[in-house]
């Protein structure tokens, strides 16, 4: 898995610079691009940590960057670096998903405990992510048959009225409830419950 990495979009090399002398002082990796085009050209979807990226830059603006970034899909979070006249832009950022904005002049612990948010933010995302990833492959092994009495156990009907049902005998009905419970790990209907409502939330 890549290394989850602080993505620094400046067109002030002096500002790039200072932040990446202020990171890399803390232990974090951190890249740097002069430019929006210059790190959208470099982007993978793969890519781990967080963006900070300056709203007001030549060329491609950051809200322009950050609508690309939309568009391609990426779900790092993005701190934005505004100057005092951007507040409002940066308050519309945020309500299409942005992560948080900083306003210049910022304090460098300040900006330091947002990467560590958002890094923590995106860490997260990737757990629920490989465990969804894990429910979804233990779902994959269920018959279709299984997947029927599944369904019955979660809208928590009995043994005998599944049987019912499913014109089928208790018996196997119980073979069926024991297999299901083996093959997604957990010991109860409680516990399959609350497992499957990781992947419907």
């Not at 990171?23 to 951190?30: L, N």
């Not at 960057?65 to 950022?93: K, N, S, Y």
């Not at 092994?141 to 019955?152: F, Y």
């Not at 024991?178 to 992947?199: D, G, H, N, P, Y």
Request: hydrophobic letters at 45%.
């Amino acid at each position: 898995m890549n290394t989850a990495c602080t993505h620094i979009i400046d067109d002030d090399e002096a500002i790039r610079d200072a932040l990446e002398w202020l990171f890399k002082t803390r232990g974090a990796v951190c890249r740097t691009w002069a430019s929006a085009e210059a790190f959208l050209a470099d982007w993978r979807g793969d890519w781990r940590g967080c963006v900070v990226l300056d709203i007001r830059m030549q060329g491609m603006s950051g809200l322009e960057c950050f609508d690309e970034l939309l568009a391609r899909g990426c779900q790092l979070p993005v701190i934005f670096i505004t100057g005092h006249g951007d507040v409002p832009m940066a308050v519309a950022a945020l309500k299409k998903g942005a992560f948080h904005f900083i306003e210049k002049p910022f304090n460098d612990h300040d900006l330091v405990d947002l990467v560590e948010k958002a890094l923590a933010t995106d860490d997260e995302r990737l757990r629920a992510a490989a465990s969804r990833e894990t429910i979804e492959a233990r779902l994959a092994t269920l018959t279709q048959r299984e997947r029927e009495v599944m369904e019955l156990i979660l809208e928590g009907k009995y043994n005998k009225v599944i049987a019912d049902e499913l014109s089928i005998s208790m018996r196997t009905v119980e073979a069926h409830r024991s297999r299901i419970f083996e093959k997604m790990e957990v010991r109860s209907a409680v516990e399959l419950a609350q497992l499957l409502t990781t992947l419907r939330n």
